[in-house]
């Protein structure tokens, strides 16, 4: 990856501390959201982060931390960037908007796990001071009766569906609160992905030449989340019933409007390859 100018992209949790926590958490009989968060604690993201940020300065590879959710994580990542480790993180909304102090049951099931109310400020404080460069979202395309497999947050699968709602919350909880400007939401949801993965001019901006890619937003518009909304396998969402204020209206990929008001309208074969260079 190196010798190509190729990010590498890491899911950091340390997978012995994790194993050695799940193990312990069982024996203990705990369950729920909190349970699951302390066995895969914040610490097995840090040492994870030291150990693959080592390898980056050894080697002269950039990193990519995917879905980032944790103050400890953050601070972390900042000391190896301070060391001279070439990073890009990206988090997901749920990290910016769900704690375990908050959430029932075990819809939120993730990994790495939803921490405290403390660190969700602190991922909001990165993003809005450009410590963070991506949004993704982790979607998994699960249904509740495989999501609720088991008797306790052990045998509930991890991960959930978001890709209908990260531009929602994002304008929502982000833009419309003003914790991010709606430049740096285009930044985060757009740019800097079609940057740091070699897609960029031809996505990712609306220069000369550029695909015009676009999604049309009304930022006044409130509606509520419902799991049916975004049609598709999944059949719940962790932001059921929140009334959100802005919303997509229009997508455009290459001029030609393929979404309107949640419906997919593209013609078949309308998608192309894109073909990415190496940074």
């Not at 910016?96 to 102090?101: I, K, P, V």
């Not at 999501?147 to 045998?155: H, Q």
């Not at 509520?224 to 049609?231: E, Q, Y």
């Amino acid at each position: 990856a190196a010798s190509l100018g190729c990010p590498v992209l890491v899911h950091a949790e340390d997978y012995e501390s994790c194993g050695c926590g799940i193990k312990t958490a069982k024996e203990k009989n705990q369950d729920g959201l909190h349970a699951w968060s302390e066995s895969r604690s914040t610490e097995s993201e840090a040492k994870a982060i030291k150990t693959v940020s080592k390898f980056g300065r050894d080697h002269n590879c950039v990193i990519y931390f995917v879905h980032i959710g944790s103050e400890r994580a953050l601070a972390q990542i900042e000391e190896e960037r301070k060391l001279g480790t070439k990073i890009f993180v990206e988090t997901c909304p749920h990290y910016l908007t769900l704690s375990y102090e908050k959430q029932q049951g075990y819809l939120a099931k993730v990994m790495p796990p939803i921490r405290t109310e403390k660190d969700s400020k602190a991922v909001w404080s990165a993003l809005s001071n450009n410590l963070i460069n991506t949004i993704g979202t982790d979607h998994v395309a699960n249904q509740l009766k495989l999501k609720l497999g088991g008797d306790d947050v052990w045998g509930a699968l991890a991960g959930f569906p978001g890709i209908g709602t990260v531009l929602p919350i994002l304008l929502n909880d982000g833009v419309n609160q003003n914790r991010i400007t709606l430049e740096q939401f285009v930044k985060f949801t757009s740019q800097n992905a079609a940057q740091i993965f070699g897609m960029y001019p031809k996505k990712g901006t609306l220069e000369k030449n550029s695909d015009a890619d676009i999604t049309m937003i009304d930022l006044k518009k409130e509606k509520k989340v419902t799991s049916d909304l975004f049609g598709g396998f999944s059949d719940y969402i962790v932001y059921e019933g929140r009334i959100l204020k802005g919303w997509p209206l229009k997508t455009l990929v290459r001029g030609e409007i393929i979404a309107d008001n949640f419906e997919v309208i593209g013609k078949l074969g309308h998608g192309k390859l894109v073909e990415r260079k190496i940074n």
